[in-house]
Each structure stands twice: as C-alpha cells, then as structure tokens.
Antibody, heavy 117, light 110 residues
Framework: QVQLQESGPGLVKPSETLSLTCTVS????????WSWIRQPPGKGLEWIGY???????NYNPSLKSRVTISIDTSKNQFSLKLSSVTAADTAVYYC???????????WGQGTLVTVSS | QSVLTQPPSASGTPGQRVTISCSGS????????VNWYQQLPGTAPKLLIY???QRPSGVPDRFSGSKSGTSASLAISGLQSEDEADYYC???????????FGGGTKLTVL
C-alpha cells in the first residue's frame, strides 16, 4: 500500500521560505515522478510542480521563480521549498505520486501551512 | 480564473444521473487526456477517472468519463449521498507546460 506523508512547519512568517517534506512508503521514489499541489482555504487545486526519479523538475510558471523541488532517494523523500511567501501562499499542501504527467494516483493527507507574522 | 472551466455547482437526488462538464482549449483538453478527481469533505483528492474514461481499481462503475474535442464530462449514475463532494478535472496544458485543474464543481445530493 503506497502512502505519502507531508511534514513541516505549520506557520511561516511573511518573506520567509516554506519548507515541506514528503515521505513515501510502499513505493520506491526512484521509480516514479512526484508532485506538489496546494489548495488555499475554500478554493480549488493548484499544481506547484513535479520532480522525476532522476531529479529533473518542472514547475508551474506562476510559481517558478520561487519554487524548488528536490529528491532524496536514500530517504525515499522529496521536498518543496517556496521562497518569499506571503499570505496568498496560505494553503493545504499535498504531495502526490504520478503515473503520468496528469495522473496523480496516490496523495498525502495534506498539511496546512499558514503564512502570518 | 482556471484554465479549465467547470460549473461551480451541481445537484441531484438519490438515484439520479448527473453530469459535470469541463471545458478547455486545443492546447490542453484538445491534445491531452483528462483526469477527474473526487474530494470528499475534509479529505485529500482521490483519482476518480484517468485517461478520459478509465476507472482505477475500486472506483464504482457508476462513475464514467468522456471527452470530445476540447471538452470533457464526468457522469455519475445512481447518485448516492456519499457522492457529495467536490470534483475536479485536470489536463496537461501544452502552452503553459503545466498541469492545470478546473475550478471544481461542488456536487450536492438533495
């Protein structure tokens, strides 16, 4: 059974960097592509970006200048960094496993990150 | 404003058939497969339909998907109270080189 678990601070100050990690179990991170998606409270889903098992990345153009996704195959984890955050970055952040560029077949439970001083 | 357009809400009574539309363009739905995700209240989204009309294991055959040109649809037959959820369509957008979601449709079972 594939499981994903997001972890990281639930509160980040404006202008600082949001950092989250997704720990994968039940699947080898070296075999698939992995995505981050976010959902502001009461709003829809927004794809942030993906990373391949080899470390190649692709980011949403609207966030590209502030996003870095990395992978640690030794820990079966991948991570998200979003810099210069504002209140608009307050959202539930999900990590997900990809089988194709659009097929997110397993999701983490999500973690709420609030940007506030 | 989302690249893919969905109606914000839909409703039906138990046993009814409802459809949810998803409209895009030639650079997204028109040239790439569509997936649908179901998000029950307070939970993470779940893959419901992939590659336009394929159901993952465990998804009831009451759920079906279709695509024609630059639009796609999700149909739910024999509506049940547990189908009350938000539904999102998604497709790759070639012009943006990004995965895009519809704005979501809130389904209410009356």
């Amino acid at each position: 059974q594939v499981q994903l678990q997001e972890s990281g601070p639930g509160l980040v100050k404006p202008s600082e960097t949001l950092s989250l990690t997704c720990t994968v179990s039940g699947a080898s991170i070296s075999s698939y592509y992995w995505s981050w998606i976010r959902q502001p409270p009461g709003k829809g889903l927004e794809w942030i970006g993906y990373i391949s098992y080899s470390g190649s990345t692709n980011y949403n153009p609207s966030l590209k200048s502030r996003v870095t996704i990395s992978i640690d195959t030794s820990k079966n984890q991948f991570s998200l960094k979003l810099s210069s955050v504002t209140a608009a970055d307050t959202a539930v952040y999900y990590c997900a496993k990809m089988t194709t560029l659009t097929t997110l077949d397993y999701w983490g439970q999500g973690t709420l990150v609030t940007v506030s001083s | 404003q989302s690249v893919l357009t969905q109606p914000p809400s839909a409703s039906g009574t138990p046993g009814q058939r409802v459809t949810i539309s998803c409209s895009g363009s030639s650079s997204n739905i028109g040239s790439n497969p569509v997936n649908w995700y179901q998000q029950l209240p307070g939970t993470a989204p779940k893959l419901l339909i992939y590659t336009n009309n394929q159901r993952p294991s465990g998804v009831p055959d009451r759920f079906s998907g279709s695509k024609s040109g630059t639009s796609a649809s999700l149909a739910i037959s024999g509506l049940q109270s547990e189908d009350e959820a938000d539904y999102y369509c998604a497709a790759w957008a070639d012009s943006l080189n990004a995965l895009v979601f519809g704005g979501g449709t809130k389904l209410t079972v009356l």
